[in-house]
């Protein structure tokens, strides 16, 4: 099965260059650091004084999900290098945001395509002493590869919902064999953990998610607060990381609900893919709003008088977040499965989500349940549900303080993680 699956790879390659090629119009990032998509590096890695650790975070979620990880790692093991991998330019642009401090003990690539040479070449430059792969990225040849040459594998802060399992289980023993070759998995909850099991994972242990270990950084506390007062005292709604069809729904839902909200709210709209800024924006106009953005906006003294502010930056989510009153997490309002509703509750700030929530079911019902977060039915309900909490200032500061509480109450998978490494680095 498996050299079907790399023939498959080999036969696709070609299309998968042109579909890089053309992409990189929009992203210019795409078009860069190819090489490495193929497994060559130029000249030889500068030896580290210990082990290479070797982290995989596919995107800018899974980046910022590794930053307690990848700290933790790096004062744990002071002579380590850590080798961090991504497959799209946003992921690697978070990374160099989040990382650029560590210098010469962090070194970023992409990670290689999934065949047994491109794989093999990586292993050969960077002499990684474990891998350890984010959330839910399995790749067949590069676990076996790595079984060949004698790196563990660890899946950490790892998380499969019924759905993905069930597509896992369409590759038969394909996925099956991955999944022997896999040292360890440090699972986010024991619903992850089982489905795992049921994979053939031979150890798999309950850590938690690291997401509630995350710092929130200063700087990015200053820009919150520097764009809250450009903002001034107008009540602000933030629908973070929208994904494509979503931005419409909320849009008629904000025009019909325009009078039961406070008149000087401000609707704050940040697209998860930066690909997507102009769209939006367009979007926006069309619907005859008047709209700012990020990017253009002096954080000095500027008031900002706009219906709507498009979140055009990179690396700024914690800003948005502390600059907002009620934070809605998208992805959630299609059936996308949503996206990460920590960051906002560890800020203090009420969440609103959706109905589509399977990868983040476990943090979500919990949040749930701590009266931390509340659950719309679709863009009106999140309309409306809004206008309630901005026009009572008592429930949306005691369902902020639930959100941090239940934020707090979950950190320590880090810790956690850490201890189960040491055997394997």
Request: glycine letters at 8%; proline letters at 5%.
């Amino acid at each position: 099965m498996r050299l079907f699956y790399s023939l498959m790879w080999w036969m696709a390659l070609p299309l998968v260059l042109t579909r890089l090629w053309l992409r990189g119009r929009r992203e210019p990032g795409y078009r860069q650091h190819w090489s490495e998509r193929l497994g060559f590096y130029g000249r030889a890695a500068t030896p580290a004084a210990g082990p290479v650790l070797w982290v995989h975070a596919v995107s800018v979620g899974e980046t910022r999900a590794a930053e307690p990880l990848v700290d933790a790692l790096l004062a744990e093991y002071p002579a380590s290098r850590i080798i961090l991998t991504h497959m799209t330019p946003t992921g690697r642009a978070t990374g160099n945001a989040l990382f650029a401090r560590h210098g010469e003990r962090l070194v970023q690539s992409y990670l290689p395509y999934d065949t047994g040479s491109m794989v093999s070449r990586f292993i050969r430059h960077f002499k990684p002493s474990v891998c350890i792969l984010m959330e839910t990225e399995v790749w067949p040849n590069l676990i076996a590869v790595c079984g060949a040459k004698g790196v563990p594998v660890v899946l950490a802060n790892a998380r499969l919902s019924e759905r993905s399992l069930r597509k896992a289980g369409r590759f038969g023993s394909l996925m099956t064999d991955a999944a022997r070759g896999i040292s360890l998995v440090a699972a986010q909850t024991e619903a992850d953990a089982r489905r795992i099991r049921s994979l053939g994972v031979r150890r798999v242990e309950v850590t938690g998610s690291i997401k509630f270990d995350v710092v929130v950084p200063e700087a990015a506390l200053l820009t919150g607060a520097a764009l809250r007062a450009a903002i001034g005292a107008r009540p602000v709604l933030l629908c973070a990381s929208t994904r494509e069809g979503e931005e419409e729904l909320i849009l008629q839902a904000y025009v019909s609900a325009r009078s039961a909200l406070p008149p000087e709210v401000l609707l704050l709209i940040v697209p998860r893919h930066p690909q997507r800024f102009d769209e939006v924006e367009n979007m926006i106009a069309a619907h005859g709003l008047n709209v700012q953005r990020r990017s253009k906006l002096a954080l000095n003294d500027s008031v900002l008088e706009s219906d709507i502010l498009l979140g055009d930056s990179m690396g700024e989510m914690f800003a948005y977040y502390a600059a907002c009153d009620i934070a809605f997490v998208g992805g959630s309002l299609m059936p996308l499965g949503g996206q990460n509703l920590i960051e906002p509750a560890a800020l203090g700030k009420p969440v609103l989500i959706g109905q589509h929530t399977f990868n983040f079911e476990l943090v979500t019902e919990d949040a749930l349940a701590a009266g931390g977060a509340q659950r719309i039915v679709n863009a009106a309900d999140l309309m409306s549900t809004a206008a309630r909490l901005l026009n009572d200032t008592s429930a949306r500061e005691t369902m902020g303080l639930n959100a941090q509480s239940f934020a707090n109450q979950h950190r320590g998978a880090t810790r956690r993680t850490l201890a189960l490494l040491k055997d394997l680095v």
